[in-house]
């Protein structure tokens, strides 16, 4: 404390963070999740949350029938401070809309019958799988972030390495419950109210409040047998990464890509068996970060088998925050810090957030990526190289996704379902003429000429007219008409694209 009395606050959060991190952020991110498993063990024992659902969504409701009854003269916006969510993006619009309180984080009812289970919007992923692997279940697509909420995933998107199979995480949704402009309570599904089932994902609350959703389970099985294969040069990589993608006998598929030539990509299939000398606990604190150890079959130049079991590889990016945690922790992955420390990592996105100051904000703006582009499998080696080219950032995520051809924002060009893949980038762009606005315009430029999309956390720069051009808006924009959407939400790109706000 004398040493940060002494270089001053401000001077150890931007060039010395791991400091105030470690101190201070991840004994207090243990408390957060303490408290919050204590509080939905408590829920699920006491079987309290479906009875206090209705009570919870009549008051949301009562809140849009103030608005109302008080002119209607503000936007309307979810209670939750920007900070908590996992967007890296700051919300403003918080401070001058109208502040409705959604106080809603409980898994509802678990039908085993029709294999779906009911939750409520801020129950998170990690909240999910732990309540639904010791019951035999699992969901489809469970998006890597353990603090992930099904809420965001519905009115954002997510994405895992079963999408090939599945799809985005909104195809595993069979019905929404949303508090409408008029303080309505209605729901839908593909065959009930199905133009706004299919208009409400990626639309970012501003069609209404979600306020439960059900999601489809899948039976649960312990282990993910996972195959590690090396591969060098680009058109090798993207032959490999298309064809393992294409086959439905993987459960799982995804590529982590060291560097322009290099790759290692997984396949994965559950299995209730395991070759015990072949186990690896991959989610144990002590356990190196994930994709350091994928990068072992890299240097090695070998392929390898081994059997994780189902939740920790469900989460296998989780401690190190994909690969971001090594520019926060710098140490973060040495043997000696994983095990004494290594069972408090990682600090909650949330109080990084809160705690990052002005100073920090900007220089992650103008020196940091953190970036998802949804292009079409067939010009996967074309988008690899350009990510080269304007960004330069490694590792890059590979998880392809079929995208069926829905009504909606989101859907291919032509008339069929077609194989996507998310390519993600996230950490400091090594090209020597990067400049945010100007490199991600460029970025944003090549994925609407392969009509790709932009995943929608991230900072976008595109005008109205370009973001329009990249999603299609008109079944959007006809329910926000019908519905009178106008004067109570903003509009999806005015809420989040950064030339909107500037």
């Known amino acids: 404390l004398l040493w940060v009395r002494h270089r001053g606050l401000e001077a150890v959060l931007v060039h010395h963070r791991w400091v105030f991190v470690c101190l201070f952020l991840l004994p207090l991110s243990i408390l957060f999740d303490v408290y919050y498993q204590l509080r939905a063990w408590a829920v699920w024992r006491l079987h309290s949350a479906p009875r206090q659902h209705a009570q919870r969504v009549r008051h949301i409701q009562a809140q849009v029938r103030e608005w109302k009854n008080e002119g209607s003269k503000r936007y309307m916006c979810t209670g939750r401070p920007g900070w908590l969510t996992v967007s890296l993006r700051v919300g403003k619009y918080k401070k001058i809309h109208k502040n409705i309180m959604i106080n809603l984080m409980d898994v509802l009812e678990v039908d085993s019958e029709r294999q779906v289970v009911r939750v409520e919007p801020l129950v998170t992923m990690g909240q999910l799988t732990a309540h639904l692997n010791p019951m035999g279940w699992t969901i489809p697509v469970v998006p890597e972030l353990d603090d992930l909420t099904v809420g965001g995933l519905i009115m954002g998107t997510g994405i895992e390495s079963s999408s090939h199979i599945y799809g985005l995480f909104q195809h595993t949704c069979v019905a929404y419950e949303l508090v409408l402009a008029d303080g309505s309570l209605v729901r839908c599904s593909p065959t009930e109210n199905s133009d706004l089932f299919y208009a409400v994902p990626w639309s970012c609350g501003t069609l209404g409040f979600l306020v439960a959703a059900e999601i489809k389970m899948i039976p649960a099985k312990k282990y993910v047998k996972i195959h590690y294969q090396p591969v060098r040069g680009l058109r090798k990589i993207c032959e490999k990464f298309t064809e393992a993608s294409?086959?439905?006998?993987?459960?799982?598929?995804?590529?982590?890509?060291?560097?322009?030539?290099?790759?290692?990509?997984?396949?994965?299939?559950?299995?209730?068996?395991?070759?015990?000398?072949?186990?690896?606990?991959?989610?144990?604190?002590?356990?190196?970060?994930?994709?350091?150890?994928?990068?072992?079959?890299?240097?090695?130049?070998?392929?390898?088998?081994?059997?994780?079991?189902?939740?920790?590889?469900?989460?296998?990016?989780?401690?190190?925050?994909?690969?971001?945690?090594?520019?926060?922790?710098?140490?973060?992955?040495?043997?000696?810090?994983?095990?004494?420390?290594?069972?408090?990592?990682?600090?909650?996105?949330?109080?990084?957030?809160?705690?990052?100051?002005?100073?920090?904000?900007?220089?992650?703006?103008?020196?940091?990526?953190?970036?998802?582009?949804?292009?079409?499998?067939?010009?996967?080696?074309?988008?690899?190289?350009?990510?080269?080219?304007?960004?330069?950032?490694?590792?890059?995520?590979?998880?392809?996704?079929?995208?069926?051809?829905n009504p909606g924002m989101v859907h291919p060009k032509g008339d069929e379902a077609e194989l996507y893949v998310d390519i993600g980038a996230y950490g400091e762009p090594k090209r020597k003429q990067f400049e945010a606005r100007a490199s991600m315009r460029q970025m944003e430029k090549f994925v609407r000429s392969v009509h790709g999309f932009q995943m929608l956390y991230a900072d976008c720069y595109m005008t109205r007219e370009e973001f329009w051009d990249m999603f299609d808006g008109s079944l959007y924009h006809k329910l926000r008409e019908q519905m009178n959407c106008k004067d109570a939400f903003p509009e999806v790109y005015d809420k989040i694209c950064k030339a909107a706000r500037h």
């Open 246 to 405: 294409k086959k439905k006998e993987n459960s799982f598929v995804e590529g982590l890509v060291y560097s322009l030539e290099e790759a290692v990509i997984m396949t994965g299939v559950l299995t209730d068996e395991a070759e015990q000398s072949k186990i690896n606990r991959i989610g144990n604190y002590y356990k190196p970060w994930f994709f350091k150890h994928v990068e072992k079959y890299l240097k090695a130049d070998r392929t390898g088998v081994e059997y994780i079991p189902s939740r920790h590889y469900y989460h296998r990016h989780t401690r190190s925050i994909f690969w971001e945690l090594q520019d926060i922790i710098p140490f973060g992955n040495n043997p000696i810090f994983r095990y004494l420390f290594g069972w408090m990592v990682p600090p909650k996105i949330s109080l990084l957030k809160l705690t990052q100051g002005e100073a920090i904000r900007k220089l992650y703006e103008q020196h940091h990526v953190v970036q998802d582009m949804l292009v079409p499998m067939k010009s996967l080696e074309k988008s690899i190289q350009t990510f080269h080219v304007d960004l330069n950032v490694y590792p890059l995520w590979l998880c392809p996704f079929i995208l069926p051809n």
